[in-house]
């Protein structure tokens, strides 16, 4: 048998990697943090296998990217996944239930406490050790420094609703912990039922068919209701059965309270079986056959001379699995517990075990500590250690192929198209820090520390990406391109031709385009996310799929971050979907660790997802609802709409911090709770958004006269078809939006693409103001004009990547190449 470990990603501000252990017959998965499964595209990392996932906290650190994972394995045909971590793990995945719904799969998830037995299969026993922080420091940890009791607390005050699609969260009763825990497994149980029918998920869910707006209350309501199909008004068996998943999914969840355990694991492989000494037996004069088996399996002989043969006597001692250990330690506070837990006791210096590696997460000064060196020198001096944090990992490039499609980009222009900041070399190197164990080892990603046959760590032969490192070949293969150097000369000459001098309301406001692409993040590009920055305002977020922070840390640098997070005013929401939607838990965090207490963040969205947002922060406080993180509903504030209560006051607080006029959702064709965007500022520039829709009349309509309109562009034109039955638009289609004559965009900013760079169609002279968007494009309104002078050169710089892309969709859940069925399906995935 073959094991190892392999490691994926590496500690950043994003949080800590992802471990994926290797069986023959089996993979298992330590943390999901946010961009997990971008990078098991990016490096192939195959989870066809994977059945059980461990965590070893539940914050967004290390599940932000869990919700997307399930998504995507439980698309691609993994039909039973178990989840394990510490308490509140099923509070969390039954809080996703207004957008997570797989009739294709079985989710259970199971809560360890200090009395959980070990998780045990036929390839391994893993033991929880659950650690709390010392009491006396626990208020010092930044993270859960807040009061749980102030968490959601008015989370009963957005039960209402002026649309009239608008549904109610009714409270649920008060339940004891095991009645509270056996409601939350019942949600999950609905969420994923695992009949493979075909069923459509209910129309009160998210994930229901994209299908036009109802055009009247009462339709909405049918629409609505699970019951309205005539199959389950007249099968009673139906009817009670979807009336008790609409009662479970539609109340709220049983309220809970933080509670920062760091759960580490100690991990035995099972014990390699006692070989039979054949020479042993013989010498013993016994016959080989039958007996021989039975000795071997542990059932003694006795000889017709009356010898009893037993089986040590003619089999080699048994030899002990593997052992390997996940420790975390977030934060100095967590120390004492950790090294006094007694779990470890046995595998210590005269204990009865010996380890063979230690992977450990540590926070800052951890292992400055000399309480945590003690304790790493109580293990045998034959253990190997391997440290992963911020400071030690070095902040490498890890989307390589991305970062080597923006050198290409950035020789067009290096403002436009920045490379992905980064750093080779950490601000602390291991070898500095002094009294750690002699085999100590740095967390790098995609090392892989082998357990079976044999020990050892191995990194990847492959240098770290480096743009000014010609011996790379991806670098040298660009800087040998003379057919693309010439389209570049060509193109930097056609756009110091165009004039940018001119002024006009809006000309510096920045657009940067931080996920351009749709449904699942893949190697070029990532999922929604668009900054739009004001100068001397602060910046609004235009919907924030899984990764956005990370994208920010790859644009601004890790010392730009936190500036760039206090400008943060406004998250927008355009509706439910996982892509747009499954970073703003993070930015929120991040937001409320930078920004004073004075500050205030608007989320503007569906109001289903403040109820989301209510619920998570029941399990880590992300900042008052009251006074710091505020909400908007989009349904509150559409254009016909009378704007009462806590909306109209954080409306008008939004629009006094960034000194707009207008702030209008609008009802657009996608999905339930799909809305676009139209702001105006003070100055005299107005900008439209369109989430995702076909060609909307409304929008139109709100967007006159824009000064840029970024519209969805989904598919290709041959696509039509598709783009109909998905409520998406082709390329061409959000062309004509912006120039239809009310409308009349001055610019249009083409994004969400399919997963792949697009076939950029030649424009005419007459869509010279139409251009295409890339991750981390960063633009002023007044150089838009400069990027369609660049299709030219961008066509010729990413041909190969087309075609090199289609493959990468069959994704990380392929052991083989996928059939051409199997590709469509993936490619139709949402």
């Not at 296998?49 to 932000?64: A, E, H, P, Q």
């Not at 590696?357 to 034959?382: C, E, P």
């Not at 005419?764 to 309104?781: A, G, K, R, T, Y």
Request: hydrophobic share 35%; aromatic share 8%; net charge positive.
């Amino acid at each position: 048998m073959r094991a190892y470990i392999q490691i994926v990603g590496q500690n950043s501000p994003e949080g800590p990697p992802s471990l994926v252990l290797h069986y023959d017959s089996q993979r298992y998965l330590i943390n999901c943090r946010e961009g997990t499964q971008r990078l098991c595209v990016q490096e192939k990392v195959r989870l066809a296998k994977l059945s059980n996932v461990f965590l070893t906290r539940v914050n967004w650190d290390c599940i932000g990217g869990l919700t997307g994972m399930l998504l995507t394995l439980t698309d691609a045909g993994v039909r039973n996944v178990d989840i394990h971590g510490g308490r509140n793990l099923s509070h969390f995945v039954a809080a996703t239930r207004q957008f997570v719904y797989r009739t294709n799969a079985t989710v259970n998830v199971h809560e360890f406490s200090d009395t959980s037995k070990p998780f045990s299969d036929k390839n391994l026993t893993m033991t929880p050790v659950v650690v709390l922080p010392t009491s006396s420091r626990k208020r010092n940890y930044e993270q859960y420094s807040g009061s749980s009791s102030s968490s959601g607390s008015d989370s009963n005050s957005s039960n209402e609703s002026s649309s009239s699609e608008s549904m109610k969260f009714t409270k649920n009763a008060i339940m004891s912990q095991v009645e509270a825990d056996e409601y939350r497994q019942k949600v999950i149980s609905l969420m994923f039922t695992n009949t493979n029918k075909g069923e459509k998920a209910p129309g009160h869910t998210i994930e229901a068919d994209c299908s036009p707006r109802p055009p009247s209350p009462s339709k909405a309501i049918k629409t609505v209701h699970p019951l309205s199909s005539a199959a389950a008004i007249e099968d009673p068996t139906i009817a009670k059965a979807v009336t008790n998943q609409k009662d479970h999914l539609m109340k709220g969840l049983p309220r809970t309270k933080p509670y920062p355990a760091a759960v580490s694991y100690i991990c035995q492989g099972v014990p390699v079986p006692r070989k039979f000494n054949k020479k042993a037996a013989l010498a013993l004069g016994l016959k080989l056959g039958p007996v021989c088996g039975q000795l071997q399996k542990g059932i003694s002989v006795t000889l017709d001379d009356g010898r009893v043969i037993t089986q040590d006597m003619v089999c080699d001692p048994e030899i002990p699995g593997h052992t390997f250990m996940v420790i975390d330690c977030p934060h100095i506070s967590y120390i004492d517990n950790l090294i006094n837990s007694p779990k470890f006791k046995d595998y210590q210096i005269g204990g009865t075990r010996k380890v063979n590696v230690m992977i450990h997460y540590v926070g800052k000064n951890v292992l400055q500590d000399a309480r945590y060196k003690k304790w790493l020198q109580s293990f045998d001096a034959t253990t190997d250690h391997i440290f992963g944090s911020t400071e030690i990992c070095a902040q490498s490039v890890q989307f390589t192929s991305h970062a080597v499609g923006q050198v290409k980009l950035s020789m067009l222009n290096e403002n436009i198209f920045p490379i992905p900041k980064y750093s080779n070399t950490p601000s602390l190197p291991l070898d500095k820090i002094e009294g750690l164990p002699k085999n100590s080892y740095r967390l790098e990603s995609m090392a892989q520390y082998s357990l079976e046959p044999r020990n050892g760590i191995q990194y990847l032969d492959r240098p770290a990406f480096n743009h000014t490192n010609f011996e790379i070949p991806e670098i040298k293969k660009i800087d040998e391109n003379k057919e693309y150097h010439e389209a570049v000369r060509l193109a930097r000459i056609e756009a110091s031709k165009v004039d940018c001098s001119k002024r006009f309301p809006g000309d510096d406001v920045q657009i940067i385009t931080l996920g351009t692409g749709s449904s699942i993040p893949a190697k070029y590009r990532n999922v929604s996310a668009t900054l739009v920055k004001i100068p001397g305002y602060g910046s609004i977020m235009l919907d924030a799929g899984e990764g956005t922070y990370g994208q920010m840390m790859r644009r601004f640098g890790i010392e730009r971050l936190d500036d760039e997070m206090r400008a943060l005013r406004c998250i927008f929401i355009s509706h439910l979907h996982a892509d747009h939607h499954l970073g703003v838990v993070q930015l929120i965090n991040k937001w409320n660790k930078a920004s004073d207490k004075s500050a205030v963040l608007t989320v503007v969205g569906p109001f289903v997802y403040k109820h989301w947002l209510s619920e998570y922060n029941d399990i880590e406080y992300m900042g008052s609802t009251r006074t710091r993180v505020k909400f908007v509903r989009n349904e509150s504030i559409l254009k016909d709409k009378v704007t009462k209560g806590h909306d109209l006051a954080n409306l008008n607080e939004l629009k006094k911090a960034l000194d707009l006029t207008v702030i209008e959702p609008v009802e657009v064709v996608h999905c339930r709770w799909a809305y676009g965007l139209s702001i105006q500022h003070k100055s005299g520039w107005k900008l439209v958004y369109s989430g995702d829709t076909r060609p909307c009349d409304k929008l139109v309509e709100s967007g006159k006269d824009a000064t840029l309109l970024i519209h969805e562009a989904t598919l290709e034109d041959a696509e039509l078809e598709k783009a109909k039955v998905k409520r998406h638009s082709t390329t061409g289609e959000a062309i004509d939006v912006g120039k239809r004559q009310v409308m009349n965009a001055k610019f249009t900013l083409l994004n969400h693409f399919s997963q792949r760079y697009p076939k950029l169609p030649i424009l005419s002279e007459e869509q010279s103001n139409v251009c295409f968007s890339f991750d981390l494009m960063s633009i002023p309104m007044k150089q838009i004009p400069l990027l369609p002078k660049f299709t030219n050169a961008i066509q010729l710089a990413f041909k190969d990547e087309e075609a090199e892309e289609d493959k990468d969709i069959e994704m990380i859940t392929a052991d083989k190449k996928p059939s051409k069925k199997q590709q469509q399906k993936k490619k139709d995935i949402k």
